[in-house]
Nanobody
Framework: QVQLVESGGGLVQPGGSLRLSCAASVSIFSVTSIGWYRQTPGKPRESVAR???????SYADSVKGRFTISRDTAKKTVYLQMNSLKPEDTAVYYC?????????WGQGTQVTVSS
């Protein structure tokens, strides 16, 4: 099992930036993939960005060119740099790590984009 702790959420104006962090309890090299999902009330959780073990990345179409996922293996931390934020990016953002057959989730961090 992997413990994940997110941080960095908050309130930001449209066009602004935020960086989310996800600290993992295990080496990032040991997981199959790690990344970010987001969820708004009444909607299913959606994948935002992901890093795979071969260090390939994937992004949702809605965030391509604005969000960047990266990792610091020494700190066992994954980051999500979010630029040019829009009101529709408002959501609870969850860190997710796949280890073997198990999905592991953090507690979530709220991101609100509003003027």
């Amino acid at each position: 099992q992997v413990q994940l702790v997110e941080s960095g959420g908050g309130l930001v104006q449209p066009g602004g930036s935020l960086r989310l962090s996800c600290a993992a309890s295990v080496s990032i090299f040991s997981v199959t993939s790690i990344g970010w999902y987001r969820q708004t009330p009444g909607k299913p959780r959606e994948s935002v960005a992901r890093i795979f073990s071969a260090y390939t990345t994937s992004y949702a179409d809605s965030v391509k060119g604005r969000f960047t996922i990266s990792r610091d293996t020494a700190k066992k931390t994954v980051y999500l740099q979010m630029n040019s934020l829009k009101p529709e990016d408002t959501a609870v953002y969850y860190c997710n790590a796949v280890l073997g057959d198990l999905d592991n989730w953090g507690q979530g961090t709220q991101v609100t984009v509003s003027s």
